[in-house]
Antibody, heavy 118, light 107 residues
């Protein structure tokens, strides 16, 4: 059974950093495209970043240069390093597995809440 | 950046109704479009990918159509469990983007 479990969310001050983790089971992270998607309170979905099975990475303009997506193949875990956090980064962050070839997200984690506030 | 216009933002309907949701792109994306359903407090679920392919396990009352710039999600006979928010997403070019969402509520 495919499972994605996020952790690492919490309250952080503006300008601070946070690293989100997503532990996967039931499949191999490094063999799949993996994404992060976020949702601000009461708002719609926003795609954040993707890492391809080959290692290429892509980012939304709103986080480029501040966020870094990575994975640890030995731990079958996906990460999102978030630096220079802003109030507008406050959201539930979902870890997600892309269908083969990046044709939509077929599995989602339960989400972890990141709150950026002083 | 590909801009997406999803409409309507709110749709009031009754059980048994046929409903359609539209998603229009600022430029052509071939069939690189997915549709999701999200219920309050839950993660989204994939309904349709490649514009018209039903994800495994999704009821056949859901269907998708379109290519290029205009796409439609249709629910042929609305059930009580279908009252939720629906999003389209393009994965043709980066940055991937989601539509603004359509909330389907009970009339």
């Amino acid at each position: 059974e495919v499972q994605l479990v996020e952790s690492g969310g919490g309250l952080v001050q503006p300008g601070g950093s946070l690293r989100l983790s997503c532990a996967a089971s039931g499949f191999t992270v490094s063999s799949n495209y993996m994404s992060w998607v976020r949702q601000a309170p009461g708002k719609g979905l926003e795609w954040v970043s993707v890492i391809y099975s080959g290692g290429s990475t892509y980012y939304a303009d709103s986080v480029k240069g501040r966020f870094t997506i990575s994975r640890d193949n030995s731990k079958n875990t996906l990460y999102l390093q978030m630096n220079s956090l802003r109030a507008e980064d406050t959201a539930v962050y979902y870890c997600a597995r892309e269908r083969e070839g990046g044709q939509g997200i077929d599995y989602w984690g339960q989400g972890t809440l990141v709150t950026v506030s002083s | 950046v590909i801009w997406m216009t999803q409409s309507p933002s709110l749709l009031s309907a009754s059980t048994g109704d046929r409903v359609t949701i539209s998603c229009r792109m600022s430029q052509g994306i071939s069939s690189y479009l997915a549709w999701y359903q999200q219920k309050p407090g839950k993660a989204p679920e994939l309904l349709i990918y490649a514009a018209s392919t039903l994800q495994s396990g999704v009821p056949s009352r859901f269907s998708g159509s379109g290519s290029g710039t205009d796409f439609t999600l249709t629910i042929s006979c609305l059930q009580s469990e279908d009252f939720a928010t629906y999003y389209c997403q393009q994965y043709y070019s980066f940055p991937w983007t989601f539509g603004q969402g359509t909330k389907v509520e009970i009339k």
